[in-house]
């Protein structure tokens, strides 16, 4: 049975870090990323990482302030966010693909920034 479970949400204040983890267990994937849903607002994507370490983020994140990673011997997957924004405050889900559809995702953990 395939779980994703995510960990290292909480809560910081603008300008903070935090390093998201999300542990697979259950088989391996060629695709792995994060999304997130602010209050209000439909699901996004945040950023992705293939077997290889391809990356791909999106225009927001790409700004520098997020990074992907992946530990393909421990199957998890990391996204370290600095100098995060009020607007940054979501829940954050961890996704994993072994075709071009996300088929798998975790429960969540919340990132909450105070301003």
């Known amino acids: 049975q395939v779980q994703l479970v995510e960990s290292g949400g909480g809560l910081v204040q603008d300008g903070g870090s935090l390093n998201l983890s999300c542990a697979a267990s259950?088989?391996?994937?060629?695709?792995m990323g994060w999304f997130r849903r602010a209050p209000g607002k439909a699901r996004e994507f945040v950023a992705s990482?293939?077997?290889?370490?391809?990356?791909?983020y999106s225009a927001d994140s790409e700004k520098g302030r997020f990074t992907i990673s992946r530990d393909n011997a421990k199957n998890t997957v990391h996204l370290q966010m600095n100098n995060l924004k009020f607007e940054d405050t979501a829940l954050y889900y961890c996704?994993?693909?072994?075709?071009?559809?996300?088929?798998?995702w975790g429960q969540g953990t919340q990132v909450t920034v105070s301003s």
């Open positions: 259950g088989r391996t994937f060629n695709n």
């Open positions: 990482i293939t077997r290889s370490g391809g990356t791909t």
């Open positions: 996704a994993a693909a072994t075709t071009h559809t996300w088929q798998y």
